[in-house]
């Protein structure tokens, strides 16, 4: 496995060895480069990506926990795989908790969220299908704000997991679709209305729709 060009499209090292390496095979793995059982060696990754086993280790644990990797004793690491039932249930897990959150972030949106929510929304639309990392980063950065005001650390760190599993087994269907983007963004400035208007419960219909709506993008190879 090509660990170098993976690191070449997230970007030179800033900060700490460890979290750079955690990026580098996230990426990895929701592009799927490196793909659901594929075993994550250790030796290898190190010396491709010019590091110590240390920080490799730890990138790993914390991959571990966000559902992306499975660590055995004695076996090593790798990357986990996961059902068609699995994923439903996680989309469920997602839309819940999103709109729990945005009931209580809406009421508390200022001018500045509303401007920013909008400045996305024209971002995306001015982004190509091409370029898959940038619509996942603006898609993820708008409902980030829509729920800034929640304050629900459990939560975020729940839907964290889940968002980063689900975009392995959508970003190419989903992000990639010209077709797909335009409903999703027209879906983004629905949202971004009703929140205006004072309309919260509808606000919260419509995130509920808008994420369940890419239950229709999942793999038909999935079992």
């Known amino acids: 496995m090509d660990y170098k060009a993976i690191a070449e499209q997230v970007g030179p090292r800033v900060g700490a060895t460890q979290e750079w390496i955690f990026h ?6 929701i592009s799927g480069k490196l793909p659901g059982g594929m075993q994550l060696k250790q030796d290898e990754i190190s010396a491709a990506l010019n590091v110590s086993h240390i920080p490799v280790r730890e990138a790993l644990r914390r991959l571990e926990a966000q559902g992306l990797v499975r660590i055995h004793a004695n076996r090593g690491a790798a990357v986990t795989e996961l059902t068609r039932s699995e994923l439903l249930d996680m989309m469920e897990v997602r839309a819940t908790l999103s709109v729990m959150m945005l009931r209580n972030s809406a009421p508390m949106l200022t001018k500045s969220d509303f401007d920013a929510l909008e400045e996305i929304v024209r971002q995306q ?22 729920t800034s005001h929640a304050k629900n650390s459990m ?9 980063a599993n689900i975009d392995r087994y959508l970003r190419s269907n989903f992000y990639g679709s010209e077709q797909t983007r335009e409903i999703s963004i027209n879906e983004h400035e629905a949202i971004i209305q009703t929140c205006r208007e004072g309309d919260f419960e509808s606000a919260c219909n419509l995130l509920r729709d808008h994420i369940l709506n890419a239950k229709q993008f999942i793999p038909t190879s999935m079992k």
């Open 24 to 29: 580098v095979l996230r990426e990895g793995i």
């Open 155 to 163: 939560a975020n760190f729940l839907l964290e997991l889940v968002h």
């Open 125 to 146: 639309r001015e982004t190509t299908g091409e370029d898959i990392v940038r619509s996942e980063e603006l898609n993820y950065k708008f409902h980030e704000i829509l």
